[in-house]
């Protein structure tokens, strides 16, 4: 369906003949304005320089994140507590992040940064995979060039479920993309 401002396309993706994939799509015509009225402030961090470089076979993990190797993300040592066996418990991590082959972000690789790692499971001492299992992504406006700061945050986890949200500001210090996604967890006992 298309309007004067928006376009919607729904995506069905398909392997083997079985649906794997179903995405509703909204899209519109971004620009580089700020905003005129946000009642939310970018994260603060320290500087890049005096933050984690998150690596692409994190130790213990057993596994490779192929995504590290597409986003350089560097972690608040702040938030960092998990990996030395004391979450915070606040459910928080907060970064920078650029891409890894140096170019700017753009409205397509946001949606990236919108799904960060670490998950923020681990702060809340809930080690392990946290698969999406539905994620609704909102990219405002035009990047900025230069990194970015992503904060991402849990706002309730129960029954073997977390609901997060993520938000993502552009070196100018403007909100460029949010998002909330619910995600499979392993909560104890």
Do not use: N
Not at 48 to 60: I, K, R, S, V, W
Not at 90 to 99: C, F, N, P, Y
Not at 121 to 141: E, H, K
Request: hydrophobic share 45%.
């Amino acid at each position: 369906r298309v309007g004067r401002s928006v376009a919607q396309v729904r995506v069905s993706l398909a392997q083997e003949g079985r649906l794997r994939v179903e995405s509703h799509v909204t899209l519109g015509v971004l620009d580089d304005a700020d905003p005129w009225w946000s009642a939310i402030e970018p994260v603060e961090l320290p500087p890049e320089e005096a933050c984690f470089l998150a690596p692409t076979d994190p130790p213990g993990a057993d596994m490779t994140v192929p995504l590290m190797a597409v986003v350089e993300e560097r972690v608040d040592p702040a938030h960092l507590a998990f990996a030395f066996g004391a979450p915070s418990g606040r459910g928080v991590i907060a970064s920078w992040q650029r891409l890894a082959d140096g170019s700017d972000w753009d409205p397509l690789s946001l949606l990236v940064a919108l799904d960060p790692v670490p998950p923020v499971s681990f702060d809340l001492g809930l080690p392990g995979w946290v698969p999406t299992i539905q994620l609704s992504a909102y990219v405002r406006r035009l990047p900025a060039p230069g990194p970015i700061r992503v904060r991402l945050a849990a706002t309730d986890v129960g029954g073997d479920r977390m609901d997060e949200v993520a938000h993502v500001w552009d070196s100018k210090g403007r909100l460029v993309a949010q998002a909330t996604q619910l995600a499979a967890v392993r909560v104890p006992g």
